[in-house]
């Protein structure tokens, strides 16, 4: 006969007077965290106490119990009660629901208040979302929500975000098979069609992080911080209906557009209307676009303006400003640094000087009818105007005494798509492509090595402009090879300084920071320059020994040459050989850092034109085998996506741009060939 199951008896319930509860010295609790005493007693008050105490009779010296009860579990409540009896919330005799464990039990105090803290289940961010949700519907606002319990009103939006996820994604997650970080990647889209699709590509793979969830999800909009936005405003895409992601988990810049064909109308509205302005100043023709190409302006001829003189209000603003600025640099000169509030004051003061001593132009109504003016967005996503250019054809008809300039198109304002950005006039052809199904370290296109030896060329340029020593010295050894050895053709440097254009480039190269230092130093020594061309040679000779170089190093810097370039037949191979040699020791001499100088690896720039192989081992040269084996299985074009965030902030660069040592090796990496003689630089042999 089968025994009975013995049946455990709970132990009771009863209300308690409060005054005859005391704190236990066995609560295993010691450390406060979480909820406060303070906020657990206020909600204590709005709802009331929803768990009872666990209690033990009080013993005296006999073993009889005294009336009094000790609380083992349940402290932070009997606490919060104590605080309301305090504040005369709660009477001291107000019964309180205790459960109550017989003296002398051989379960331990300390067992019964370790139980209760650590057998507790913290409530599914999942059940918390839906509660939420549940209340919301019932009533109460998210800031009645976030007060009730005790949380501020963005963790309230954060769970209720949730709702924008679909059902499918939240079982997956409900079921484990996603990570709460994953979850809360997908919030930031409401496409619940585009969500599966997402989870389905990256099931299928290693790489499950948020920020390619984000990415993939993200893909064809554009971030707040754009330049374009930056220019019309986001108010004005919002008012214009434009939709807007956002990520309530992240910081995520203002978050990302989604109609860049709304953003791009606005911008060209935008900028036609500042154009038709500029047109009204009587401009012979007005050009338009988000950006032109690097040296737009090599074939125009610029015509010279005035800066207008200062008021005398201005004047004295200045002198006023200049004034402050020394007293304060005297005041701190032994200081280390500025107090905070100094050093604010001193950026202020120097915003000013630099508004007040940037002066407009003027120019002469003559020059203005027969020149024009280019508008576009500048990199900060201002509004850039480059005034004052006349155009070949109009010089020309000016030196034959032709004075019936073609009408027409030349009084019209020239408005490129946004899709355009001067493409045509940059590039020669479609961007080259490599096929999917290419494999392994095939050499780099002409026309992609062309391209980032553009790069090199320009940052070359600024370096050796920034370097008036190592520019005069490139400067006699050309000279001097020139005279006595009578060799030519193969000069890295052009020493008649003729401007080498740059034609074939990347998109992000005019934006770049050695162009724009380049900019900066070019409208600097302009500034300087004596109006009256007589008077130009004793300017020049009343030049400090300093400054007589920098202006030596600056003119030749333009002639500085380290393109790559197609060549046929081994004559023409053999002297752009000698050229990326010399620019290989000009680079060295100026301890060159295209990392530095600002080129990173981009999908346009790099990682969408060369084979996955190439992606593999960027990644790996810069991140470790681990990281390239995490993108290994992915397809071409996400593999590229993948790379550029991994390889951001790295400074890796492709062998074309490393700068080598005069053994023809690269910093840091032993054992690569000098570039003359690499697989790149001899594609086209």
Known sequence: ???????????????????????????????????????????????????????????????????????????????????????????????????????????????????????????????????????????????????????????????????????KLLEIYEQDGMKLEQLMAFSISDDHARQEQVWEIIAQSHNREPYLIRRMLTEKTVRASDRRVRFVGLDAYLAAGGPVMRDLFEADDGGWLQDPTLLDRLVMEKLSSAAEDIRAEGWKWVETALSFPWGHTRDFVEIEGTPVALSEEEVVRLTALHSEQETIEAEYAQADEFPEEIDSRLGEIEQAIEALEERPVSFDPADVVRAGVFVSLDTDGTLLVERGFVRPEDVLAESENRHDAPKGDDDAVVCHSAGDDGEGDRREGAPDTEPEEEDGLKPLSERLLTELTAWRTLALRDAFAGNPHVGLTELLHTLVRDLYWQVSGADCLEAYVREIPLQVHSPDMPGSLPAHALRQRNEGWKHDLPEDEDALWQWLDGLDDTSRLALLAHCLSFGVNALYESSHGPSLARSVRERLARADRLATALRLDLAEAGWQPTVENYLGRVTKARILEAVREARGDEAADRIAHLKKADMAQAAERLLDGSGWLPEALRTRDVSGQSEGDEGLTDMSDSPDAVAAE
């Open 1 to 167: 006969m089968a025994s009975a199951i013995q049946k455990i008896v709970l132990n009771a319930s009863r209300d308690i007077p409060f005054n005859r509860l005391v704190l236990s010295q066995s609560n295993v609790r010691r450390v406060k965290a979480g909820l406060s005493i303070e906020e657990l007693a206020r909600d204590i008050e709005r709802r009331g106490l929803l768990q009872s105490l666990n209690v033990r009779p009080v013993l005296n010296g006999e073993g009889a119990e005294t009336g009094a009860y000790e609380v083992p579990a349940g402290g932070r409540r009997f606490r919060a009660l104590e605080l309301l009896v305090k504040q005369k919330k709660l009477a001291k005799t107000a019964p309180v629901p205790c459960v109550v464990r017989e003296a002398g039990s051989a379960i331990l105090a300390e067992d019964d208040s370790l139980a209760e803290n650590v057998q507790r289940v913290a409530l599914h961010p999942l059940d918390q979302f839906r509660a939420f949700r549940d209340m919301l519907e019932k009533g109460m606002s998210e800031e009645e929500i976030a007060a009730a319990f005790f949380v501020v009103p963005a963790v309230v939006k954060q769970r209720l975000r949730l709702m924008t996820v679909s059902d």
